[in-house]
């Protein structure tokens, strides 16, 4: 089962960023390229029938899987970058974190409105930036197809955040 070979994979880091946090480090993941190809072709059975125009994977390391998993859906795929990191006309939106307040932005021309996009980090957490993602999405005129993980730490709560938005929302590792 992909879930037991996605956490068999990834290394608890304690204490970091911050103490008291274990930090689930998907890096070892990417070393094992058959891994790699079974999580995305699990996105892509777990995607079957939903419309999907475009693939908006998340800085930074929603840019691992989610440009594969466009690739192989056939969609576009378009960054989800942090504020000033996109060179184009942008459309940018401000969160709140815990702590202050974060901004990412996507180029004007990222989508087409009334597209069906779906949106793609690695790891769902309090689901913050996804909701701000979300919610860029919408005012640009796109629609939320759904959202999907490689790991979800279920205990924050994250996707009851994210599950008014929409109703796909798929984790493959859920801790």
């Known amino acids: 089962m992909i879930e037991q070979?996605?956490?068999?994979?990834?290394?608890?880091?304690?204490?970091?960023?911050?103490?008291?946090?274990?930090?689930?480090?998907?890096?070892?993941?990417l070393?094992?390229?058959?891994?790699?190809?079974?999580?995305?072709?699990?996105?892509?059975?777990?995607?079957?029938?939903?419309?999907?125009?475009?693939?908006?994977?998340?800085?930074s390391r929603g840019f691992l899987f989610g440009l594969t998993l466009a690739n192989k859906?056939?969609?576009?795929?378009?960054?989800?970058?942090?504020?000033?990191?996109?060179p184009h006309a942008v459309t940018q939106k401000v969160y709140e974190l815990e702590?202050?307040?974060?901004?990412?932005?996507?180029?004007?021309?990222?989508?087409?409105?009334?597209?069906?996009?779906?949106?793609?980090d690695d790891l769902l957490a309090t689901g913050g930036t996804v909701s701000a993602a979300s919610e860029l999405i919408l005012e640009m005129g796109g629609k939320v197809a759904g959202f999907t993980f490689v790991v979800g730490l279920g205990f924050l709560n994250g996707r009851e955040r994210i599950k008014p938005l929409s109703d796909t929302i798929i984790v493959l590792a859920e801790y």
């Open 31 to 59: 070393k094992d390229a058959g891994l790699c190809g079974s999580i995305t072709d699990e996105f892509v059975a777990k995607l079957q029938g939903l419309q999907i125009d475009v693939v908006a994977g998340i800085e």
């Open 5 to 29: 070979q996605i956490k068999q994979a990834i290394r608890d880091i304690p204490d970091f960023p911050k103490p008291g946090i274990v930090f689930k480090d998907i890096t070892p993941i």
């Open 73 to 86: 859906l056939g969609v576009p795929f378009v960054p989800v970058r942090k504020a000033g990191k996109l």
């Open 99 to 120: 702590y202050g307040s974060a901004a990412i932005e996507l180029h004007t021309d990222a989508f087409e409105p009334g597209s069906h996009v779906l949106i793609h």
